[in-house]
């Protein structure tokens, strides 16, 4: 499923009548049967149905909407929130429809009516406006907006809620809260930002008709879910031996932390890797080694607690290198850091401590010949970019996206719904996961199996989705059968990826 802006959301409907020639009255006749059919498996013929249609082409959609739940004989009433006179083109023809059918339109200024009205329906249907909204919600629809809000109905939105826009970089808005959205075509960026997600309730993207070549034509932002898995993640091979499933290598741990990196280990062996070494100081070594009996170990000097390089250690050797988790944040460990990113012969993977060690080696980062991957969370992602975590949190997409250019790295956008940016711009959200992952921990085991992930033969970019749809898939296989969001431990996750493997193939 792909995931738009409006301007790209507006590029598939401009191609779509403009060059494949469907007619834009076609399209908004399918938006409309699409949704009442998808309303009429949850109503009965005794549900009240008012439909608040705008004057745009989503009020068009809600003008359909209500002739079809007419004409199936619910009790449907339509309120106009703009004049007659707004209402023009495909979406005045469908009203003409509803009205030629016996539908009545009633305006929204009549407040007796729609007090009264509201009081009895059981499905409010929220066709006022869609993703041509520019700025903030405007009176009297900001007003209506409230009403519905308060009122006990399933709130149904068509398209967006109405209030928000399809595009991230809101900050000062009033929305509907649906209990469920219908997004037409293709799920809308808001759908995935914190701030603006719980305003969709429960959603789902109906089709309409849109050519399936439009889609990659005009946007390069994918849902990523268990199709995109399916098709994309490698089986074994059935005479394959251990080395054809990567040769890794993990830097990381200090005394304080020596958790983390067992973690990591443990997740990027569980995940696929086939011979893993683990470079820590020996202290950490000896509190982890029997955690993790499959891994060699490989001791680094320390000082303090803190690893420090070893100049003889040939990070060159493996197919990918994971530094960072529970490094700590050390200046001792500035060397061993810039070792890694100077010789590493393959994907590198930096995570958690190694974003305070490579924020200076950025520049380096850019001239890499091998992937680098980073996975901040929106904390450390502000950190990195020297902007606030609001920001981020506002514009991951554009900020993932423009950091990915800028230094030539992978992003992975940790939170609940991971990005996923290439460098090239490509970006995937991905759809697994649980408030359980909200814990410590949880970060380790993600490079780890990221870790494991790029050494198995698939695309770089879809190996990083891959690895943070198991990660996901394994918190929501552990919460569905044997545990809750709020015991669920980051070794719970670990166990949880030999369940995605068995059930998903
Ligand atoms: N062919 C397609 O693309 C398809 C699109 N489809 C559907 O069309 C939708 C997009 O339709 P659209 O482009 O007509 O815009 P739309 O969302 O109805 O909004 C425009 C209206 O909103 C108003 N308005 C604006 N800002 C406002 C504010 N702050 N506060 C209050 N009002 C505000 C603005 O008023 P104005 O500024 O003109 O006074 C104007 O009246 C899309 O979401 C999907 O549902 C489907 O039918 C399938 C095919
Ligand atoms: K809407």
């Given at each position: 499923?792909?995931?738009?802006?409006?301007?790209?959301m507006?590029?598939?409907?401009?191609?779509?009548?403009?060059?494949?020639?469907?007619?834009?009255?076609?399209?908004?006749?399918?938006?409309?049967?699409?949704?009442?059919?998808?309303?009429?498996?949850?109503?009965?013929k005794?549900?009240?149905?008012?439909?608040?249609?705008?004057?745009?082409?989503?009020?068009?959609?809600?003008?359909?909407?209500?002739?079809?739940?007419y004409?199936?004989?619910?009790?449907?009433?339509?309120?106009?929130?703009?004049?007659?006179?707004?209402?023009?083109?495909?979406?005045?023809?469908?009203?003409?429809?509803?009205?030629?059918?016996?539908?009545?339109?009633?305006?929204?200024?009549?407040?007796?009516?729609?007090?009264?009205?509201?009081?009895?329906?059981?499905?409010?249907?929220?066709?006022?406006?869609?993703?041509?909204?520019?700025?903030?919600?405007?009176?009297?629809i900001?007003?209506?907006?409230?009403?519905?809000?308060?009122s006990?109905?399933?709130?149904?939105?068509?398209?967006?809620p109405?209030?928000?826009?399809a595009?991230?970089?809101?900050?000062?808005?009033?929305?509907?809260q649906?209990?469920?959205t219908?997004?037409?075509?293709?799920?809308?960026?808001?759908?995935?930002?914190?701030?603006?997600?719980?305003y969709?309730?429960?959603w789902?993207k109906?089709?309409i008709?849109?050519?399936?070549?439009?889609?990659p034509?005009?946007s390069?932002?994918?849902?990523?879910?268990?199709?995109?898995?399916?098709?994309?993640?490698?089986?074994?091979e059935k005479?394959?031996?251990?080395?054809?499933?990567?040769?890794g290598l993990?830097?990381?741990?200090?005394?304080?932390?020596?958790?983390?990196?067992?973690?990591?280990?443990?997740?990027?062996?569980?995940?696929?890797?086939g011979?893993?070494t683990?470079?820590?100081?020996?202290?950490?070594i000896?509190?982890?080694?029997?955690h993790?009996?499959?891994?060699?170990?490989?001791?680094v000097?320390?000082?303090d607690?803190?690893?420090?390089?070893d100049?003889?250690?040939?990070?060159?050797d493996?197919?990918a290198?994971?530094i960072?988790?529970?490094m700590?944040?050390s200046?001792?460990?500035?060397?061993?850091?810039?070792?890694?990113?100077?010789?590493?012969?393959?994907?590198?993977?930096?995570?958690?401590?190694?974003?305070?060690?490579?924020?200076?080696?950025?520049?380096?980062?850019?001239?890499?010949?091998?992937?680098?991957?980073?996975?901040p969370?929106?904390?450390?992602?502000?950190?990195?970019?020297?902007?606030s975590?609001?920001?981020?949190?506002?514009?991951?997409?554009?900020?993932?996206?423009?950091?990915?250019?800028?230094?030539?790295?992978?992003?992975?956008?940790?939170?609940?719904h991971?990005?996923?940016?290439?460098?090239?711009?490509?970006?995937?959200?991905?759809?697994?996961?649980?408030?359980?992952?909200?814990?410590?921990?949880?970060?380790?085991?993600l490079?780890?199996?990221?870790?494991?992930?790029?050494?198995?033969?698939?695309?770089?970019?879809?190996?990083?989705?891959?690895?943070?749809?198991?990660?996901?898939?394994?918190?929501?296989?552990?919460v569905?059968?044997?545990?809750a969001?709020?015991?669920?431990?980051?070794?719970?996750?670990?166990?949880?990826?030999?369940?995605?493997?068995?059930?998903?193939?």
């Amino acid at each position: 499923m792909f995931i738009v802006t409006a301007k790209e959301m507006y590029d598939i409907d401009h191609y779509t009548m403009h060059e494949a020639g469907l007619d834009g009255k076609i399209l908004m006749e399918n938006a409309g049967r699409a949704i009442s059919g998808r309303m009429e498996k949850f109503m009965d013929k005794s549900n009240k149905i008012t439909v608040f249609a705008g004057a745009g082409n989503n009020g068009g959609d809600g003008f359909v909407i209500a002739r079809t739940l007419y004409n199936r004989s619910y009790d449907v009433q339509v309120f106009q929130v703009v004049p007659d006179q707004k209402i023009t083109g495909d979406a005045h023809y469908h009203k003409l429809l509803y009205l030629n059918y016996g539908g009545r339109v009633f305006s929204s200024d009549d407040h007796g009516h729609l007090v009264s009205r509201l009081d009895e329906t059981d499905v409010i249907v929220d066709a006022m406006v869609g993703i041509g909204i520019s700025g903030k919600l405007r009176a009297p629809i900001s007003d209506i907006a409230e009403r519905i809000n308060q009122s006990d109905a399933t709130v149904i939105a068509v398209d967006v809620p109405s209030g928000l826009p399809a595009d991230e970089g809101i900050s000062n808005f009033q929305s509907v809260q649906a209990d469920y959205t219908y997004m037409v075509g293709a799920a809308k960026m808001t759908a995935f930002l914190e701030s603006t997600s719980p305003y969709y309730g429960g959603w789902e993207k109906v089709d309409i008709g849109f050519p399936a070549s439009s889609f990659p034509m005009c946007s390069s932002r994918e849902l990523w879910g268990e199709e995109q898995y399916r098709e994309t993640m490698p089986e074994r091979e059935k005479y394959a031996h251990k080395g054809k499933h990567g040769k890794g290598l993990i830097i990381g741990g200090s005394s304080k932390m020596p958790g983390s990196i067992a973690m990591a280990a443990k997740a990027s062996l569980k995940a696929g890797t086939g011979l893993l070494t683990v470079a820590s100081s020996e202290t950490v070594i000896r509190m982890i080694a029997s955690h993790c009996v499959e891994a060699m170990y490989q001791p680094v000097p320390e000082s303090d607690g803190y690893l420090t390089d070893d100049p003889d250690l040939s990070v060159s050797d493996y197919d990918a290198v994971a530094i960072g988790v529970g490094m700590g944040r050390s200046n001792r460990s500035a060397a061993a850091f810039r070792h890694a990113v100077q010789d590493t012969n393959g994907p590198l993977i930096v995570d958690a401590d190694g974003f305070y060690h490579v924020k200076p080696l950025l520049d380096q980062l850019a001239q890499r010949e091998h992937p680098t991957v980073l996975t901040p969370h929106p904390g450390e992602m502000a950190e990195l970019m020297d902007v606030s975590i609001p920001e981020v949190l506002k514009n991951p997409f554009r900020l993932s996206a423009e950091f990915a250019e800028k230094y030539n790295v992978y992003v992975i956008l940790k939170g609940r719904h991971t990005l996923i940016t290439a460098p090239d711009g490509r970006q995937a959200v991905n759809d697994t996961g649980n408030p359980g992952l909200a814990k410590g921990g949880s970060g380790d085991v993600l490079t780890g199996i990221v870790h494991a992930m790029v050494m198995q033969e698939q695309g770089i970019f879809q190996a990083l989705c891959n690895a943070c749809f198991v990660h996901g898939a394994a918190a929501d296989w552990m919460v569905e059968n044997s545990r809750a969001c709020h015991d669920l431990m980051a070794t719970d996750v670990i166990e949880g990826i030999s369940m995605v493997y068995r059930a998903i193939s």
